[in-house]
């Protein structure tokens, strides 16, 4: 008996063909349904690739501004190792002086140095006239505008004799001149008050970018001396900044340093000790683990609407399949195996998750166009991102369509054609 | 099968094609909880290529039991069904799907058509099933639709179609992979008496033509079309008799010539009842 089974192979392969279009076409003969189920998939993806495309292009800004640091930093901090963070210490150590910093520089022990940057930062309220900012306000030296890479816009830095003399004068960053006077106006000669006491502006920095955390145009620069003693009423400080000879000689820079402190400090044990001497490369570590453990949650955050997705798939699903159980019923009579069934009803579940992911994609992408110009972050996309939410939702479809794919194929075409 | 010999050099085979159904001490048994529903009981008769039957009986007398085991969609639970010689009960459900989709054409009485799906589609779905190549089936589709009168509709969806039509476009679906066995459940139980006329001649062309019908029916009147006409009550056969007064529709159109009659006088003396 011959029943055309020796054209299997063929057969096989036309009906995958067949089968997407016979889905194809069944999802757009209710193609409201279809878009409800896509819904859930659309916002799953679109969130994963916004918040994933924004996490890390707030790495990528966060890496390239650290970069622009430069590779020859070395900042010595004071507190214990555990107490991580990347700026400035929280509170309490007070274990870092100036005579520190003097020794870093005057030590015949330390070759490896070339100029060093003794810093005090604290939070201040400055105001000009009526206006006023709460700021960032930085005690330094004339060494800090090289180490740090500080360029002046208009007018003088902080000079030695400011320093010896504790001189009341400050150097402004863009954004204060904006806060304090208006944008892009001439500060120079004007007073400002800082906790109250007057200060005479006598230079602007040019701007360098950033916002939030690590803007570094919204800083006030006056002479460490006058911070200490005049402003703040201190005695240590909150960072040394190291300028060292070269790439090469970080890790000697920092054994040398490290030691000199220890010896100074009194302490023999260098695991107690009371600082920390970071690298670029460290305080770059730092940072990326602190901003892709955020990424990472963000994205946690949209795999679960994704996952919500995928149940909404299969709940329409289900429902489409108890819907069209004659159909089913009727398909069966008409020749349609087990095999063909589920492998149309999963078909569908695919096709809505693919274009689903799709629209997700080009959401997503959208809505990270959208946010990025407002954070200022660069408009980066990985494509290694686009892949996976095109393999997730590939596999949301499979994964969640195989469930009610079975179901159908499993109804009797008795019972089916039955049903009422 | 001495007779037979004189007439033709007939191979088993033959034989076998010619004696399309044979139900040989069917029986059919439902568990409905603690009971025991014998739908079927002891049924045997045979069905030969080019026959024309209906299967009439009162609801519950088992007529859908018995199509639905005649279309492969359920397994008798004692006896053998011999489709073309083969024995049924030897077919895995795969394999039984694929034998639906070559041999058997099924026009069921309501809910024959996919919905929101056109005609034309609907009459190459079995074809996709069946592994016709695209075009091929798009052609036959259309030729069918044709044949049966329904030329200018052939992208009309269900809605868009009468019960009469809907039933035509089933019948044309049925014929798409030119079954041996056209399986019609009440096709004109819910449509209008002039349809159904309509209907029933089309049976009767595709059965001139060598189409082999079985009907299933309730309605005496319906049962009067067909050639034979085989009584069911409580699951039994109660009686199994050529229809004297076949009622025929008037074929004005396709008047056949005397040889084909004569050839089909010739092979009515095969039958073996």
Not at chain 1, 147 to 172: H, N, P
Not at chain 1, 292 to 314: D, E, K, R
């Amino acid at each position: 008996m011959d029943f055309g089974f020796g054209i299997l192979d063929f057969f096989k392969f036309m009906e995958f063909k067949e089968l997407i279009s016979e889905s194809l076409i069944a999802l757009k003969a209710n193609k409201v349904r279809t878009g409800l189920a896509a819904l859930g998939v659309v916002i799953g993806i679109a969130s994963v690739i916004a918040l994933l495309s924004l996490g890390k292009a707030s790495q990528h800004l966060v890496e390239s501004q650290i970069e622009s640091l430069g590779s020859n930093l070395l900042t010595v901090m004071p507190g214990r190792i555990t107490q991580g963070g990347i700026r400035g210490a929280m509170g309490g150590a007070t274990t870092l002086t100036s005579q520190d910093a003097q020794a870093i520089a005057d030590s015949s022990k330390i070759t490896t140095v070339k100029t060093v940057s003794p810093e005090y930062s604290r939070n201040a309220q400055a105001t000009a006239g009526k206006n006023n900012t709460n700021t960032q306000i930085y005690g330094v030296t004339p060494a800090y505008f090289s180490v740090r890479k500080v360029d002046i816009e208009k007018g003088v830095a902080i000079s030695q004799r400011d320093v010896e003399t504790m001189a009341k004068v400050a150097v402004l960053g863009p954004q204060v001149v904006t806060d304090l006077f208006g944008e892009g106006t001439n500060p120079i000669g004007e007073t400002i008050r800082i906790n109250k006491i007057a200060f005479r502006v006598v230079g602007v920095t040019k701007s360098k970018g950033g916002t939030g955390f690590f803007s570094q145009d919204d800083r006030i620069f006056i002479p460490l001396t006058t911070a200490q003693k005049i402003v703040f009423g201190v005695e240590h400080l909150s960072t040394i900044a190291v300028e060292t000879t070269g790439k090469e000689v970080m890790t000697e820079a920092q054994n040398q340093i490290g030691y000199l402190l220890l010896e100074r400090h009194r302490l023999s044990d260098p695991t107690a000790a009371d600082f920390q001497i970071m690298s670029q490369e460290d305080i770059l570590s730092t940072a990326t683990q602190v901003t892709q453990t955020f990424t990472y949650l963000l994205a946690g955050i949209a795999a679960i609407s994704l996952l919500v997705g995928g149940i909404g798939i299969m709940n329409i699903m289900l429902v489409t399949v108890t819907e069209r159980t004659r159909e089913i019923g009727l398909r069966k009579a008409l020749g349609a195996t087990k095999r063909i069934i589920t492998t149309q009803f999963l078909m569908e579940a695919v096709i809505i998750t693919f274009f689903g992911g799709i629209l997700g994609i080009l959401l997503g992408v959208g809505i990270f166009g959208i946010l990025a110009k407002a954070m200022s972050l660069p408009f980066v996309i990985s494509p290694s991102s686009i892949i996976l939410a095109f393999g997730v939702s590939a596999a949301v479809g499979i994964l969640f369509g195989f469930y009610p794919a079975q179901k159908a194929a499993k109804l009797q075409p008795i019972e089916a054609l039955r049903y009422e | 099968m001495a007779e037979y010999r004189g007439w033709v050099a007939a191979p088993s085979d033959y034989q076998d094609k010619m004696r399309l159904i044979n139900l040989s001490h069917l029986s059919k048994i439902y568990q409905s909880g603690e009971v025991e529903v014998k739908a079927l009981d002891d049924i045997s008769f045979e069905i030969q290529k080019g026959e024309f039957v209906a299967i009439m009986g009162p609801s519950g007398s088992g007529k859908s039991t018995l199509m639905h085991i005649l279309g492969l969609l359920d397994r008798p639970t004692s006896g053998k069904y011999l489709l073309e010689g083969m024995d049924t009960s030897k077919f895995s459900d795969e394999e039984l799907a694929k034998i639906r989709n070559k041999k058997i054409g099924f026009v069921f009485q309501f809910f024959n058509l996919l919905p929101r799906t056109a005609a034309l589609r609907n009459v190459v779905i079995p074809m996709i099933y069946g592994g016709i190549k695209p075009e091929e089936r798009e052609k036959r589709a259309q030729e069918l639709l044709e044949a049966v009168g329904l030329k200018e509709r052939i992208y009309h969806t269900s809605s868009q179609l009468s019960g009469g039509e809907q039933q035509r476009v089933a019948i044309a679906r049925a014929l798409a992979m030119n079954p041996s066995i056209i399986l019609a459940d009440e096709p004109t139980g819910n449509i209008a008496t002039a349809q159904a006329e309509e209907i029933m001649r089309i049976f009767q062309k595709l059965n001139i033509k060598g189409h082999t019908i079985v009907l299933i029916t309730h309605e005496s009147d319906i049962a009067e079309y067909a050639k034979r006409i085989i009584h069911l009550r409580d699951g039994k056969i109660v009686k199994d008799e050529l229809n004297g007064r076949q009622r025929k529709i008037p074929i004005t159109k396709h008047q056949i010539p005397i040889r084909q009659l004569a050839d089909k006088i010739q092979i009515s003396k095969f039958k073996t009842f």
